[in-house]
C-alpha cells in the first residue's frame, strides 16, 4: 500500500481501490529479484527505466505468474506482481476483497 501510496495525487485520490487477500500455492510460476540481484540507483526517485522493462519483461515473456520484487521503500518487503494472463494465475484464489481507501491523514503534504 505505501509503494502505491507515494505515486497518488492528495487532491485527487482513487475511489476504485480493492484490499484484498490471496492465497498463492507453492506451485505458482513466480520470478524474484533481490536487492542483490538490482543494479546500484534502483531505488532513486524518479524511478530508473529499466525497472519499467523488468515489470514490462515479466508481462510480455509471461514466463511466471508472480514477480516478486524488493519494495524501494522498505528493502525488507517485497511487493508481489500477478499476470493475471499467465495460465498459473488461474490457481491464485482470492480470499478476501473489501473496498479500500487510504486515510485522508496520508494524503496531507
Known amino acids: 500500500m505505501i509503494e502505491y ?4 495525487d492528495p487532491d485527487r485520490p482513487p475511489k476504485d481501490l480493492m484490499l484484498a487477500k490471496a492465497e ?3 506451485e505458482v ?3 524474484q529479484y533481490r536487492v542483490e540481484d538490482l ?3 534502483w531505488r532513486t526517485y524518479p524511478a530508473p527505466a529499466f525497472l519499467a522493462d523488468l ?5 510480455k515473456k509471461a514466463e ?3 514477480l516478486i520484487v ?4 522498505a528493502t525488507t518487503e517485497n511487493n508481489w506482481l500477478l499476470n493475471p494472463a499467465h495460465p498459473d494465475f488461474r490457481l491464485i484464489k482470492t480470499l478476501e476483497a473489501e473496498p479500500f481507501q487510504y486515510d485522508p491523514r496520508l494524503l496531507r503534504a
Not at 5 to 8: A, K, P, R, T
Request: avoid cysteine; glycine fraction near 8%.
Open 39 to 41: 543494479p546500484q540507483g
Open 5 to 8: 501510496l507515494v505515486h497518488i
Open 24 to 26: 498463492i500455492p507453492d
Open 70 to 73: 524488493p519494495s524501494a521503500l
Open 55 to 59: 515489470g514490462a519483461n515479466f508481462v
Open 29 to 31: 510460476s513466480r520470478t
Open 64 to 66: 511466471a505468474a508472480v
